[in-house]
Nanobody
Framework: VQLQASGGGLVQAGGSLRLSCAAS????????HNWYRQAPGLERELVAS???????DYLDSVKGRFKISRDTDKKMVYLQMDNLRPEDTAVYYC?????????????WGKGTQVTVSS
């Protein structure tokens, strides 16, 4: 699986960005599509997940502001980010968890920088 993230940039607080993640390769048995982020000096954290059953989950601090979605036909996953805050500044990574019995596999794309100015 190969992942390519795009859509980052510089935005003022309160603004919006939409991140995109293009997936290619063997996309069978995907357990979840995820977005992580890592701010300088901090650990990488899970921001949003789109599970294979269609449910979604979010980091508490982004609930109500971010929305993850998936377009299976286009092999794309999106992260719509609204009402951005300076603390959302980070490198954002798309990620896929895949399961082929008896192992799980993690795939990562290169990050895209999101900078929110106050």
């Amino acid at each position: 699986v190969q992942l390519q993230a795009s859509g980052g940039g510089l935005v003022q607080a309160g603004g919006s960005l939409r991140l995109s993640c293009a997936a290619s390769g063997n996309l069978s048995n995907i357990v979840s599509h995820n977005w992580y982020r890592q701010a300088p000096g901090l650990e990488r954290e899970l921001v949003a997940s789109f599970l294979s059953g269609g449910t979604t989950d979010y980091l508490d601090s982004v609930k109500g502001r971010f929305k993850i979605s998936r377009d299976t036909d286009k092999k794309m996953v999106y992260l719509q980010m609204d009402n951005l805050r300076p603390e959302d500044t980070a490198v954002y990574y798309c990620n896929v968890l895949q399961y082929h019995h008896p192992r799980s596999y993690w795939f990562w794309g290169k990050g895209t920088q999101v900078t929110v100015s106050s």
